[in-house]
T-cell receptor
């Protein structure tokens, strides 16, 4: 399949460790944030989302933290597994656009070493 | 889920192309994105109840349609080499989460 993200920042972790992927966003008017996982040759897959009135949200093995003061978003993956290897994108939606268009970050490649 | 066709497509410069998307059942909003190799998806435009509901920084030769049966099209005229990319369709309901299809890989020679 095709290769997604040939020159992306890469985070390499050992299987079983926790992973933290960071993202800085630019628009202070953004009110909604999503993390997507994209495997080679596939479309982005929804992981977890958070609204701007929250600072933390937990899912199954994943946690998203939002710091609006410094416009920073992070995705924490607990007990990282080889199947977690992919490119991860954060995306934001600005409430001043009047539509649901998402603006994506440049992505981070997560490599899980067995 | 969201489906797209075709999976891969090869065209030559100057040609026209139509890409298709079938939204998740019940979703009234469809968005199209272009993803160049090594980059995040970029918003092309969005359709809500068959009307264009916003557009990104793409020229008018990129156009779209949304049909009542949850399907939509992206049309690109006068193809250029830089149009080579993965084209993604995403659908959403009145909730904010956008669910993506697998994409169509377009290669322009």
């Amino acid at each position: 399949g095709e290769s997604v993200g040939l020159h992306l920042p890469t985070l390499s972790v050992q299987e079983g460790d926790n992973s933290i992927i960071n993202c800085a966003y630019s628009n202070s008017a953004s009110d909604y944030f999503i993390w997507y996982k994209q495997e080679s040759g596939k479309g982005p897959q929804f992981i977890i989302d958070i609204r701007s009135n929250m600072d933390k949200r937990q899912g199954q093995r994943v946690t998203v933290l939002l710091n609006k003061t410094v416009k920073h978003l992070s995705l924490q993956i607990a007990a990282t597994q080889p199947g977690d290897s992919a490119v991860y994108f954060c995306a934001e939606r600005a409430m001043d656009t009047g539509r649901r268009a998402l603006t994506f970050g440049s992505g981070t490649r997560l490599q899980v070493q067995p | 889920g969201v489906t797209q066709s075709p999976t891969h497509l090869i065209k030559t410069r100057g040609q026209q192309v139509t890409l298709r998307c079938s939204s998740q059942s019940g979703h009234n909003t469809v968005s199209w994105y272009q993803q160049a190799l090594g980059q995040g998806p970029q918003f092309i435009f969005q359709y809500y109840r068959e009307e264009e509901n916003g557009r990104g920084n793409f020229p008018p030769r990129f156009s779209g349609l949304q049909f009542p049966n949850d399907s939509s099209e992206l049309n690109v005229n006068a193809l250029e080499l830089d149009d080579s990319a993965l084209y993604l369709c995403a659908s959403s309901s009145n909730e904010d989460t956008q669910y993506f299809g697998p994409g169509t890989r377009l290669t322009v020679l």
